[in-house]
């Protein structure tokens, strides 16, 4: 073959390739056209046919790509797909708990309720939100709900800054979660302090409030973190149910929940109380190292003399058996049969410590204290307005403080 022919046949073949690699590029652009067009044009969803979309990427993460790519680019709110597909890997996690199964229906929420359930700041700030619950084959006990926006014309739509929102607070819930079972009470007190903004609230008491609460976990909560049960999710609030809390007298599972709630700032604030465990101490009365008496035990005249020395002064209420025994800084009270002053009988049912007291509730409590002094020794007083409740298991003592203007305690009474 000569070299002009080959010449002609390369020539052939190129134009042959070229017109090939144009027709294919063409078709690929068509095809792309086509779906783009077809994804513009296939109409507005009904809140109904959003819903469904959500829910097949709800109840089967394969579906999750097809959801997103279904929903018309003025519906998705300018949502990327990573943030979609996060989303809805957390609203997976939310719906699968506690052994709901899969989705199998939902329904559309009224406004009235939608407003009761989220509250009318979120539902206009949003537009107006279109709620639906998510229902299946069991009523669950917490219900799961996705949410939308609409416009004035009755179009909904996701929307990006409450789905970022939502995303960002379960994150931080994640990440203090995380702390706590790790043990990391200086990283867990970095993210209680944008919630407590009294003077009170030295770096000591909230170490002491983040080591109690690492202590907790450790100690009486049975279940795993992926077991915590979301009660509530919305951008501004997350409420997580902890189950298998032992109580503080260690005989049975309480209810413990845990809410995070995003400030005007920016900043997340954790409402996270535990319940003091019974501080038996504190029913005592010592002076020094000493313990003197205590609330619930009976004494007689001499036998309180005995242990504290002859009172200063005695006031008696021989009709209702009251005996009212004052000593410099403590006033103590018994309930029983009066003969007269030197000769009673009584149960201690309270002891009041006042100004200048030489005296100490169990080995920690006095006058004189400071609210930050209170709170180092009893991280979590402050939830109960400074009231210390102990169960001894037959009888309940309550421990109260009084306060000067100056926050200063001037006054500690307990009863029981």
Known sequence: MNRSVIKKMTAVVMCITVMFSFCACNLAEQIRHRVHNRISVQGELPVQELSRLLISAINDKRNTADAYSSIPEDQNGGLSYSYFYEYMNIMRSVSTQDNN??????????????INLIGQRLYERYGTVKGVELLYNEEAEYPVYLFFSEDSEGKVSLSAEWITSVINIYNYGNHYFTLLESGNSDAVEALLR????????????????ANQLCEFYRLRVMSDSSEYEIVRLVPNQMVIRVPETIAPDGSMFENHLVTLDLQPDGTYTIEDEVNLEPDLNLVFLVRGDERLVRVGNSYTYDQLVSVMGEPPMINMDEESGMVIVIYAGVL?????EIIDSTNWEGTLTSIRLIANSTYSIGYNLYVGMSRSQILTAYPFVDESEYIISINSGSRMYEVVFGFDENDIVNTIKVSG
């Open 194 to 209: 944008p919630g407590f903004t009294g003077d009170e609230y030295t770096e000591s008491v909230l170490y002491a409030k």
């Open 101 to 114: 199964g899969k989705v199998i229906s939902f329904r559309v929420l009224n406004d009235t309720d939608c």
């Open 332 to 336: 103590l009270r018994f309930d029983g």
